[in-house]
């Protein structure tokens, strides 16, 4: 069974002051695209980097995820520590899935700009940061995941399908 990540970093949610909404969208718009069976493996913490590096780890190595999709964390903030955690746990970074998604949120929020949100290989797994505000989840996602299926062919992982209708996704023709 394919199996994709979500992880919510947010200290508020991990500590029952807000509802998970952010993770909810990532699932449900993951359950909209991809006609392939896979399971979420779902984990809501606090933004403590050692925490999340850990859980990034557990679902890349022992869950075997393909894809761990994180959200919040990326500002600013003292306590916003996703990126760093990302490179802590990742052999390759992609800076192009971050610039694109930025590029992308300044059509809606100038301030855009104060996300550090980034992505990196992992072995097998692609770990990719969004924004915390539950708008950013499908504006951002959205952009980039024509090109997510086949960087997970590139690192050896499962071949995910989608619906055209709903998710066009572009794989080079050999
Ligand atoms: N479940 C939610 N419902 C409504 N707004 C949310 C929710 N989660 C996040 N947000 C909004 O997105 C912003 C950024 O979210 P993020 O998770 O990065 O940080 P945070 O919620 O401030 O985290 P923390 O609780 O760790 O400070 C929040 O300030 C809030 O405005
Ligand atoms: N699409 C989109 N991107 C966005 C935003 C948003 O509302 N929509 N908010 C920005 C703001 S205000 C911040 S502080 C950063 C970091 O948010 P995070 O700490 O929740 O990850 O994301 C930015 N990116």
Avoid: H
């Avoid at 940061?129 to 086949?150: D, E, M, R, W």
């Amino acid at each position: 069974m394919i199996k994709i990540g979500i992880i919510n970093v947010s200290d508020r949610a991990s500590a029952g002051v807000y509802e998970d909404i952010p993770g909810k969208a990532v699932v449900s718009l993951l359950t909209e695209w991809l006609t392939c069976s896979w399971e979420p493996v779902y984990r809501v913490i606090p933004d403590e980097q050692d925490q999340l590096e850990a859980t990034m780890i557990e679902l890349a190595d022992a869950e075997g995820c393909c894809l761990v999709v994180t959200t919040g964390g990326t500002g600013p903030a003292l306590r916003d520590v996703t990126p760093e955690a990302t490179k802590a746990v990742c052999q390759k970074m992609m800076p192009g899935f971050g610039e694109l998604m930025r590029q992308e949120s300044l059509k809606y929020v100038p301030t855009a700009i104060l996300s550090r949100q980034t992505a990196g290989i992992r072995n097998q797994t692609l770990i990719l940061n969004l924004p915390g505000k539950p708008t950013a989840i499908g504006q951002c996602l959205s952009v980039v995941f024509p090109a997510i299926p086949y960087c997970i062919d590139l690192i050896g992982g499962p071949f995910l399908t989608t619906d055209v209708e709903k998710m066009k996704v572009f794989r080079p023709k050999s």
